[in-house]
């Protein structure tokens, strides 16, 4: 497993431990670096450098995904072998439980170590050109203004002619970036992905259809899974009444119990898929008892070896975040005046509906959606509020 840790860190072994019982250490990492499967994990660690920036020059117009496609291809890989790379467990390449990257052929792939350097002195190389051409731009451009200022409408026609230039400028510069992401194949396309932020998900997904099939697929999501959190385990499962789901559904779990819950103990992605399960039973016309549910949230939690305090508390807080993050329209309206007349039933604990659950739902429907109610609805409402609660806030009234 020696075979998972960065190539600089095996370096540093292999150079500053040999002495004493350290040795074998050492000795241990030449081989590991030596070893044809770790060339895989180099070449890959070359790649996300290429990613995040820590292998380009100075130059501001070299785009990282034009080099992503030249290497890839010195390296050799088969970017069309799409059952290859899907075998590919990247928490573990570089050893031999992890798969080994598709290649078209061994011999076309280059020496990883004159790779670099040949890239580094291409990027130096490519500064120093232009570098001069801007010295010359810019002294171009102190002419044409010398000459611009002896004559104003020269300067009119000078500007609108710079402006179309930079209008045609832009668009060719739009147009090979978008040429030059139709030759990345899905793999590293998807490592792209994954590094920009989430809350731009939606719009990059809009942007190509193909784009749309990519974070509709599994692929993406199990990669920002082991990006995002690398130690949940994608494979186990729990018992209980609420499943696991697939890698989309997992994230999507451990996204809303970091952002809603911030828990940090187990209990995390079984809090996050507890409050989507009641999201979504919520959504649904008609509504399934709100009893029903509660029951089955607070099985999943004893299920999970939470005792029955425990589930009721922790059932609870995922009553109240549902609530909380209701949008106001129509449907949530129609659902809290169903939840406030639903008949109340007798249940042993835990599994009768906590008070303060109730009590939200009261103070929702009447803050929130106060204008929505007809005169009779309105004081209906309030006489159910005054029966449960008996002392009732004065803002529930409307002052």
Request: hydrophobic residues 35%; glycine residues 6%; charged residues 30%.
């Amino acid at each position: 497993m020696l075979g998972t840790l960065p190539s600089k860190y095996l370096k540093w072994v292999s150079k500053n431990l040999r002495a004493r019982d350290f040795e074998d250490w050492a000795k241990l990492a030449d081989e590991v670096l030596q070893d044809p499967v770790y060339k895989d994990r180099l070449e890959w660690e070359f790649a996300e450098n290429l990613l995040t920036g820590d292998y380009r020059g100075n130059s501001s117009t070299d785009s990282s995904v034009d080099d992503l496609v030249e290497f890839s291809q010195r390296f050799g890989w088969d970017n069309e072998d799409k059952l290859g790379w899907s075998r590919i467990d990247f928490s573990l390449l570089g050893t031999s439980k992890g798969g080994r990257i598709p290649r078209k052929n061994d011999s076309q792939s280059e020496n990883f170590e004159s790779l670099g350097e040949n890239y580094l002195m291409k990027k130096k190389s490519k500064v120093r050109v232009e570098v001069g051409e801007k010295r010359e731009v810019r002294v171009e451009r102190q002419r044409m203004k010398r000459g611009v200022q002896t004559n104003k409408l020269e300067k009119k026609i000078d500007v609108g002619v710079d402006q179309e230039q930079k209008m045609k400028k832009d668009t060719d510069c739009v147009a090979l970036v978008d040429n030059t992401f139709g030759k990345l194949p899905d793999h590293l396309v998807i490592e792209i992905f994954v590094r920009v932020p989430i809350s731009d998900w939606a719009q990059v997904a809009c942007v190509r259809k193909h784009w749309e099939y990519i974070f509709r697929g599994e692929c993406l999501w199990q990669s920002a899974l082991l990006r995002t959190w690398p130690l949940a385990d994608q494979g186990k499962q729990w018992p209980g009444p609420i499943p696991r789901g697939l890698s989309r559904r997992c994230f999507t779990s451990l996204y809303a119990s970091k952002n809603i819950f911030a828990l940090n103990d187990e209990i995390d992605e079984i809090m996050g898929h507890t409050y989507l399960f009641l999201k979504e039973q919520l959504e649904l016309a008609p509504l399934p008892s709100s009893g029903i549910l509660h029951g089955t949230i607070i099985e999943q939690f004893i299920a999970c070896g939470k005792s029955r305090d425990k589930a009721h508390e922790l059932a609870s807080r995922v009553w109240l975040a549902v609530i909380d993050n209701m949008e106001e329209n129509e449907h949530t309206f129609l659902l809290l005046k169903q939840l406030v007349r639903e008949t109340d039933v007798f249940l042993p604990y835990p599994y009768s509906r906590p008070y303060k659950i109730q009590w939200k739902v009261f103070e929702k429907l009447l803050i929130d959606f106060r204008d929505c109610f007809n005169r009779v609805d309105y004081y209906d409402i309030l006489a159910s509020a005054k029966y449960k609660f008996q002392h009732i806030p004065s803002s529930w009234l409307g002052y």
